[in-house]
């Protein structure tokens, strides 16, 4: 069964600390590996995106790295703030299709 | 415009009420999904139309009828629910479900309770 685990659950941090997040899954056929942000109550945003071939990406503070030999990812945030305060869900997508199989996520708190 | 709106934002109802959700997007996409999910869960997929067509039924029970009126609205027909049912319901949209790598836009969201 396709699965994508992340840890940690939880984490708080304070403001203008780094984090890293981790995603481990075992989606097959691969096809790309998502990251979303999610405020509570609201639609997930997308923040990177990664085929295949791609080792890294960044969106601003936002930095995925994709190992597709080892099926994990890891994303990066640099200098937390207040507003990054939210839940942040890995999402692989299965080769062929555009279905996709969601994690947990990690619920972030950024705290003064 | 890369924004996919849901209406309403909030909605209750009993179980003996029929209402219906909308989404609505206007990026060209021609692949449209409805997602539940439950508090502190991820979202489950329950629908996919391509080119307004039904692709894809997650085995949702009747009570939950979509419908695609044309490329760019979506909508969600609930009859007959349960308090279970009850939940945030995510519209996306993306340029096609073929080959994998299309982005997903996810709407706000209805957060839907049912008495």
């Known amino acids: 069964k396709n699965q994508v685990e992340q840890s940690p659950q939880s984490l708080i941090i304070l403001e203008g600390k780094n984090c890293t997040l981790q995603c481990n899954y075992t989606v097959s056929p691969f096809s790309n590996l998502r990251w979303y942000k999610q405020d509570t109550g609201r639609g997930p945003v997308s923040l990177t995106i990664m085929t295949f071939s791609e080792n890294t990406k960044s969106n601003g503070r936002y930095t995925a790295t994709l190992d597709a030999d080892t099926k994990q990812s890891s994303l990066h945030i640099t200098a937390s703030q207040l507003s990054d305060s939210a839940s942040y869900i890995c999402v692989v997508s299965e080769g062929g299709g555009n279905k996709l199989t969601f994690g947990t996520g990690t619920q972030l708190k950024v705290e003064l | 415009d890369t924004e996919v709106t849901q209406t309403p934002k909030h909605l209750v109802m009993g179980m003996t009420n029929k209402k219906s959700l909308k989404c609505e997007q206007h990026?060209?996409?021609?692949?449209m999904y409805w997602y539940k999910q439950k508090a502190k869960k991820p979202p489950e997929l329950m629908f996919v139309?391509?080119?307004?067509?039904?692709?894809i039924n997650e085995s949702v029970p009747s009570r939950f009828s979509p419908e695609c009126p044309n490329s760019s609205l979506l909508n969600l027909h609930l009859h007959a629910l349960q308090p279970e049912d009850s939940a945030l319901y995510l519209c996306?949209?993306?340029?096609?479900?073929?080959?994998?790598?299309?982005?997903?836009?996810f709407g706000p969201g209805t957060r839907l309770t049912v008495t």
């Open positions: 139309y391509s080119y307004e067509k039904l692709s």
């Open positions: 990026m060209g996409h021609r692949a």
């Open positions: 996306a949209s993306s340029q096609d479900m073929t080959g994998g790598a299309y982005e997903q836009y």
